[in-house]
Structures are given as structure tokens and as C-alpha cells.
């Protein structure tokens, strides 16, 4: 049986893909490595196939042609024989001992347990936004929010704070809950971790956060999609990825029965749009700016109960601030939050 199913999608991955998949090795034959090579025109393929050599039954390369991220997180998950899945970006690394730690807690739970004893849908761990080559760290952490190392619900949580989300870093989710929640990611399309991270999250019952410093989230390349300059040149897809989260889950039924999940989730789709509106207003082009009106007026037609709480909450509202002095005064804020939270 494996426990955890890492599916590691690369693309032109060869410079530090290595990393990646040495840190999942730990985790021996109760885990299995999916190396996705989506259509690598450098050594990835290669280097997937040692791997798959030197480590049988664990490491399996995965050859398809290329379809972006979000292709290579939908073939991981139709692959996957582990309880668990979780995705690990090329470039990220996972920490030795927290690792170890999350694999021994998964164990327990399987290893002769009553069989009507609940398990964790969703596990949840810190992650570390990691500047390597400056030497600078800081870890996102969920203590005010999950009680660690005890089971809880989406209506016995705390609060999250306004920098605090669930994203994919963050997650790993039962296998069968995946699967039941439908999540599909769309093809040649970046930013399609957010659906990753949110879709699912109505069918998560049990969850269990591990105050741990798991995931190594690296920052620094120039041509990371988080970076500012690729993210206003890739601006459509950010955009698309938002209306496809807005319109992925009825918040109306979430609220009957998880009243703090869909509190949360709507604050999440007031964070993407907040994203696109700040970028399309750091491209400060007449184009740029119908984008940004057409983008809520999707909302508006999709679900106009939604489109009133979001244009006028705290977050998304204060980046549609009308006027150049409301432009100004979005992006200063933006900017100000980036220093603050180091996440670029």
C-alpha cells in the first residue's frame, strides 16, 4: 500500500529538478514519485527515467505531451495508487524532518486502526517561501486557525488572518476526496493551483493540521509565474483561472452546512480578483483597464448576490477604488503587502 502519491509535473526542469525528487525519497516504498514530464525539450526526460531505474517501485517517469501544469497535476491524480496526493513543484523541495514526521502520522492512521475511526480528509502543514540564493525565509503557518495535531472540522476552526490562505503548498488531500470533488484543471494555463486548492475543500470532513515546516516554496527565478513582470504578461490566464473558481462552487449551499468554509471561500475569490484588478492596473494600458471591468462583470451576471459582498469587502473592493487616485492608492497598498510578506 502506498500512502502518499507526490506527483512532481516538469517541464525544462533539468537544472533543479534533482532537488525535488531527492527530498520525497525518504518516504522509501510507502510513498510513490510520479515524475511528469509534460513535453521537456532539455534533459527532464532523462533524468525521470534514471530516477525510475534507480528507484523501482517508487519513482515511475510519466512521458505526455505538453499541456502545462495543470495537465501534469490531472494525469498525477488519475495515476495515483497513494491514500493521499499531494503536488510538489519541480523547483520546491520538501524539509527531511517534517517529513518524516507527517509520514509517521499518516502511518498510524492505517496502521490498525479501528476501521470506523475517522481519517484525515485534508492534512495541512506550514510552508516556507524560500529565497535561497538570498538567504531569506519566512514561514506561513496556520496555528490560529487549526488546533495542531487534533482533528477538526470546517465549523470548529478558528479565523484566518487577511494574509492567510490555503494554497496548494499547504495541502494534501485524500486521494478519493480529489476524485469525488471532480477538480480538473484546465490545460496550458498557469495560476491553476487556486482551483487545486479550493474546489475540493466542500468535501473535506476530518481535517488535521501538523504545525510543521514542510514545504520549501521557492522564489527567485524570473521566469516563475508569481513573479510580477510574468504574471501581468500572463494576466488572461490569472483572470480565467478566477472566473473559474467563482463559478466552481455554489457558496450558498457551502454555507448551510459549513458556514466558516464559505466565509473563507468567498475571501479567497476576493483575493484573486484583488490580484488581477492590482496587476491589470500595474499595466496602465486603456485595454488593461476594460479587462478589469469585464472581469467583475462576469461576477455580476454569474451571481450578482456575489458580486455585491465582493465589491464592497474589505479586500477586492479596495482594488476597484474608482479613478487614478483610486488606482493609486490599490496599488500602493499592494505594493507595501508585498514588502511585508516577502512572497516575491
Known amino acids: 500500500m ?42 527532464t526526460g532523462e533524468i525521470a527515467d534514471r530516477y525510475e531505474k534507480m528507484y523501482p517501485g517508487i519513482v515511475k517517469a510519466v512521458h505526455k505531451e505538453n499541456g502545462g501544469h495543470g495537465s501534469g497535476v490531472n494525469k498525477g491524480l488519475e495515476l495515483a495508487s497513494g491514500l493521499y496526493f499531494k503536488v510538489v513543484d519541480s523547483d520546491d523541495w520538501l524539509d527531511q524532518e517534517a517529513y518524516r514526521k507527517l509520514l509517521d502520522r499518516v502511518r498510524k492512521f492505517f496502521g490498525g486502526r479501528d476501521q470506523f475511526e475517522p481519517v484525515p480528509d485534508l492534512f495541512v502543514c506550514n510552508y516556507i517561501y524560500d529565497h535561497l540564493e538570498e538567504g531569506r525565509q519566512r514561514v ?158 462576469r461576477i455580476r451576471v454569474h451571481d450578482k448576490g456575489l458580486y455585491y459582498r465582493l465589491r464592497y469587502s474589505t479586500l477586492s473592493g479596495l482594488t476597484y477604488l474608482p479613478g487614478k487616485l483610486g488606482g493609486k492608492i490599490t496599488v500602493g497598498g499592494y505594493r507595501f503587502a508585498r514588502k511585508i510578506y516577502q512572497f516575491q
Open 2 to 43: 502506498k500512502y502518499i502519491t507526490f506527483t512532481v509535473p516538469c517541464y525544462n526542469s533539468e537544472a533543479y529538478m534533482e532537488r525535488c525528487i531527492d527530498s520525497l525519497l525518504e518516504g522509501g516504498s510507502d510513498v510513490e514519485i510520479l515524475v511528469i514530464d509534460d513535453g521537456s525539450a532539455d534533459r
Open 140 to 297: 506561513m503557518d496556520y496555528r490560529n486557525i487549526f488546533p495542531d495535531g487534533e482533528m477538526c472540522n470546517w465549523n470548529t476552526i478558528g479565523h484566518f488572518r487577511p494574509s492567510q490562505y490555503l494554497i496548494m503548498h499547504a495541502l494534501m488531500f485524500r486521494t478519493e476526496v480529489l476524485r469525488k470533488s471532480g477538480v480538473k484543471l484546465p490545460e496550458h494555463t498557469f495560476y491553476v493551483d487556486n482551483l487545486f486548492s479550493y474546489q475540493p475543500l466542500p468535501f473535506v470532513e476530518n481535517i488535521l493540521y501538523l504545525d510543521l515546516d514542510l514545504y520549501h516554496y521557492y522564489l527567485g527565478r524570473d521566469d516563475q509565474s508569481v513573479n510580477e513582470n510574468v504574471l501581468m504578461k500572463r494576466i488572461d490566464q490569472q483572470i480565467k483561472v478566477t472566473d473559474l473558481v467563482a463559478r466552481s462552487v455554489d457558496l450558498g449551499e457551502v454555507k448551510k452546512r459549513y458556514p466558516k468554509l464559505a466565509v473563507y471561500m468567498m475571501r479567497n475569490i476576493s483575493i484573486m480578483l484583488s490580484i488581477s484588478s492590482i496587476h491589470l492596473l500595474l499595466i496602465q494600458t486603456a485595454e488593461a483597464e476594460k479587462k478589469r471591468r469585464r472581469m467583475w462583470q
